[in-house]
């Protein structure tokens, strides 16, 4: 009898562990599928303000038909935060807080920021989002302790993230060289800084970037795209804005090259969200 009550004791504990393993694991899902639904706004967010910031080059270096574009992609900006606003409150450190006050300053009415300032600004904004994205990631256990099959998940959030970054930086400088006709001194320095990340890029960052194996051909297919418009934009920094004797390349040009070079990147990301789907 009392080996019966001692199974029965040990049959009631086993269960009560399968039991809590799979509630912690449920658990664990909804946070992950949470925190995927977050990263996408904040991607969909930092990517809304490097545009704006792109725009606000050419229109404050004198592009006046820039700022219909302007207004739609604040308003891109500020759906994404009012998406995020209820999900980011009890974020540490309050780095949310800080960049939504930051955004309201930044794009109050009459604003007359000069483009170096504001380049600076937004700069800063998206430096603060970035560091949101790695902090929910990792929060949220969408790092590689969690995502077993996607052991490099973490260069995704960090290193693809600044990637597009870089771009962006090089698009906003170079829009403002183009709009104007003229490349300063610290034009060329900032414009020979970000090209030579751009390699760094193609050289370390893009190759260490996995797949799962059944995604391996789309993946391949993705960084020759990359790397094929990145060199592209590498090479009219080059030719056309920091050993150009004449700034001929309109601003128009220089911002679909550049832009062409993100969204590269953002088809690697979204197919990265994609293979996080499959195995959560």
């Known amino acids: 009898m009392d080996m019966t009550i001692y199974i029965i004791i040990l049959l009631l504990m086993v269960l009560c562990l399968v039991l809590l393993h799979h509630y912690k694991n449920k658990q664990k899902k909804i946070l992950q599928i949470q925190g995927l639904a977050n990263i996408t706004y904040l991607k969909s967010l930092i990517g809304a303000v490097q545009t704006y910031r792109g725009l606000s080059s050419a229109w404050l270096n004198g592009d006046q038909s820039k700022k219909a574009m302007l207004l739609t992609f604040e308003q891109q900006a500020n759906s994404d ?10 974020n540490q450190g309050g780095h949310w807080d800080s960049f939504v006050d930051h955004w309201g300053r ?12 504001t380049f600076k600004q937004h700069t800063q904004m998206i430096a603060n989002l ?27 959030w960090r290193e693809l993230i600044r990637a597009t970054e870089t771009i962006g930086q090089s698009r906003a400088i170079g829009v403002g060289v183009a709009t104007k006709k003229q490349c300063s001194d610290l034009d060329k320095v900032r414009l020979y800084f970000l090209q030579q990340k751009m390699q760094k890029i193609i050289n370390d960052v893009l190759p260490k ?29 080059e030719s056309k804005l920091i050993e150009a004797d004449k ?14 070079s993100i969204k590269s990147l953002d088809d690697i990301f979204k197919h990265q969200i994609e293979q996080i789907k499959q195995v959560i």
């Open 81 to 90: 935060i009012k998406h995020l606003q209820q999900y980011m409150l009890s």
């Open 247 to 260: 700034i001929t390349i309109s601003q128009k040009q220089y911002f679909t090259l550049a832009s062409n």
């Open 209 to 237: 970037l996995g797949s799962l194996e059944s995604e391996k051909e789309q993946h391949k297919l993705l960084l020759t795209a990359a790397i094929s418009t990145i060199l592209c934009l590498m090479e009219a920094i």
């Open 106 to 117: 930044v794009n109050q009415p009459g604003n007359t920021n000069d483009a170096d300032n």
């Open 130 to 156: 970035i560091y949101l994205l790695e902090d929910e990631a990792e929060h949220k256990h969408l790092n590689a302790m969690s995502l077993k099959q996607l052991r490099h998940i973490g260069l995704v």
